[in-house]
């Protein structure tokens, strides 16, 4: 029974994501108001590391990648290694490679990751 609703749930969030990539594929978060919008620049002007990420998404599905590193560069350089950390969570890459997977995603890689964010955050504030 627990193999059934893990498919379930599986199924689920695949429909969920196809979902989701078929909105931003076809509606440019710029132009509407049903993609929710930055607390953090609302409130304080200031860019977070995530704005214009949505748009990013739909410049990229698109096939736009110049636009799409305009909108923000840090998520399209991002998106292969968040994509390598799934990959080494839900297959066996984990198991085959536990060094390389040290190495791009344990403790130190986190500080790195979260050094290059904040850096980002101020750097395209300036």
């Not at 689920?12 to 979902?19: E, M, N, P, T």
């Not at 108001?33 to 953090?40: E, M, N």
Request: aromatic share 16%; hydrophobic share 50%.
């Amino acid at each position: 029974m627990k193999s059934l609703h893990l498919t379930f749930r599986s199924s689920l969030l695949i429909l969920v994501l196809l979902v989701l990539i078929l909105v931003y594929y076809s509606l440019d978060p710029a132009n509407y108001s049903l993609f929710p919008k930055c607390p953090f620049y609302w409130i304080t002007g200031y860019k977070c590391p995530g704005c214009g990420s949505q748009r990013a998404i739909h410049h990229l599905l698109n096939l736009e990648f110049t636009e799409a590193f305009k909108s923000n560069p840090l998520m399209v350089i991002a998106i292969p290694y968040i994509i390598g950390g799934f990959l080494f969570d839900y297959t066996r890459l984990a198991d085959l490679y536990p060094r390389i997977r040290k190495i791009l995603y344990g403790k130190t890689a986190i500080i790195i990751d979260a050094i290059i964010v904040f850096a980002w955050w101020i750097l395209r504030n300036l």
